[in-house]
Nanobody, 115 residues
Framework: QVQLVESGGGLVQPGGSLRLSCAASGSIFGIYAMDWARQAPEKQRELVASITSGGSTNYADSVKGRFTISRDNAKNTMYLQMNSLKPGDTGVYYC?????????WGQGTQVTVSS
């Protein structure tokens, strides 16, 4: 089992920045990818960014150039730096990890972009 705890969400004005963190613990050996996803009210959860164990990254088109995913292996922590935030970025942000044939999810952290 892998336990994930997200932090760093909050209320920010349009154009502002936030950095989300995702701390992993438990049976973390063998994790081959980590992801950030978000879910807006009445919408399906969507993948925002991914990073592999080798450091390769992928982003949804809607966040390219504004969000940066990174990981600190020594701290077993993943980050999502979000800049130039828009109201459309509002939602609950979840981190997840992929290990073998399983995916583990955190509890989510709320991000609200509003003036």
């Amino acid at each position: 089992q892998v336990q994930l705890v997200e932090s760093g969400g909050g209320l920010v004005q349009p154009g502002g920045s936030l950095r989300l963190s995702c701390a992993a613990s438990g049976s973390i050996f063998g994790i081959y990818a980590m992801d950030w996803a978000r879910q807006a009210p009445e919408k399906q959860r969507e993948l925002v960014a991914s990073i592999t164990s080798g450091g390769s990254t992928n982003y949804a088109d809607s966040v390219k150039g504004r969000f940066t995913i990174s990981r600190d292996n020594a701290k077993n922590t993943m980050y999502l730096q979000m800049n130039s935030l828009k109201p459309g970025d509002t939602g609950v942000y979840y981190c997840s990890v992929r290990k073998s044939s399983s995916t583990y999810w955190g509890q989510g952290t709320q991000v609200t972009v509003s003036s």
